[in-house]
């Protein structure tokens, strides 16, 4: 590896961990045995793409935000209009097979530390129930948490009415919500992301066609698939957003990162769902 200037790489060295920057550099190696990189290859190079995956898990952390207090909005939404405003105290609503007493003894965990102003509100003018109603309790889950929630509803109706909001199946809606709160650990613990295969992946929509012509099939474990999910999520809850124009300009000028080791196809912007046509449900 050329280290034009010393300095600089001892900067980088000296506030980043060599053994995490090291993982950056694989990529450029050409023989790992003997820790020999491809000629041409500099120091910079590998900064460079440090600081790409740096800028992508923020970016990626953003669309995720979104979803998830949108899905927070829905899923407390529709429990509350169908099963009343407590609806998440009544264990019938949930799956046998749903770990209900750890997801409850979380909730109240959570409650217990939160310094947030409704959760007092509620405890200083209300003595019974206990608990806050849903819409206020769905606000301390974690992505995590959430993920449990909503797949752990008993009818594949309630699941179905919150996925119809965002136009996909609510086999689709539930794993992605699985995958995400992989993704998002990796993110909040400033993982490697750009060339990371999760271990989970998200069920591949077939409906709407439109998007499933957007995603790459042939590598499915591959961030791409979870870029094309989180845009047509954006599309649904930020209409008009530039989120997709960010990426865009964030691949433009990183261009030395290998966007193939991420699973972007060969003509991946004239796929429909970064060519701008509307995907919408039956499409």
């Not at 799956?95 to 750890?102: G, L």
């Not at 961030?223 to 999910?229: D, Q």
Request: charged residues 20%; positive net charge; contains cysteine.
């Amino acid at each position: 590896m050329r280290v034009p200037d010393r300095d600089y790489a001892h900067h980088y060295l000296t506030h980043l961990n060599y053994y995490r920057l090291g993982a950056y550099w694989l990529s450029f190696e050409s023989d790992h045995h003997t820790h020999t990189f491809s000629s041409g290859t500099h120091f910079d190079d590998v900064v460079s793409l440090y600081v790409f995956d740096r800028e992508l898990r923020l970016l990626v952390m953003d669309a995720i935000e979104r979803l998830e207090v949108s899905i927070r909005t829905q899923w407390a939404y529709h429990l509350a209009y169908e099963h009343g405003p407590h609806a998440y105290l009544d264990q019938s609503v949930f799956k046998s097979s749903f770990n209900y007493a750890r997801c409850i003894s979380h909730v109240e965990e959570e409650l217990g530390r939160s310094k947030e102003v409704f959760v007092s509100h509620y405890r200083e003018k209300y003595t019974e129930p206990q608990l806050p109603p849903i819409w206020a309790v769905v606000e301390v889950m974690s992505l995590g948490q959430l993920s449990k929630w909503v797949s752990g509803l008993t009818r594949g109706k309630d699941r179905q009415a919150i996925a119809a909001i965002y136009e996909i199946d609510e086999v689709v809606l539930t794993s992605f919500l699985h995958h995400l709160t992989i993704v998002r650990n990796i993110c909040a613990h400033h993982g490697r992301l750009w060339n990371r295969r999760v271990g989970f992946q998200a069920r591949i929509p077939k409906k709407p066609k439109l998007l499933n012509q957007s995603l790459n099939l042939q590598q499915p474990k591959q961030l791409y698939n979870t870029l094309v999910l989180l845009q047509h999520f954006m599309n649904v809850i930020s209409p008009g957003h530039h989120w997709q124009a960010r990426l865009v300009e964030l691949l433009k000028k990183h261009s030395i990162v290998n966007i193939e080791a991420m699973g972007f196809p060969k003509g991946w912007q004239d796929r429909p769902i970064w060519a701008g046509i509307r995907i919408i449900k039956g499409r």
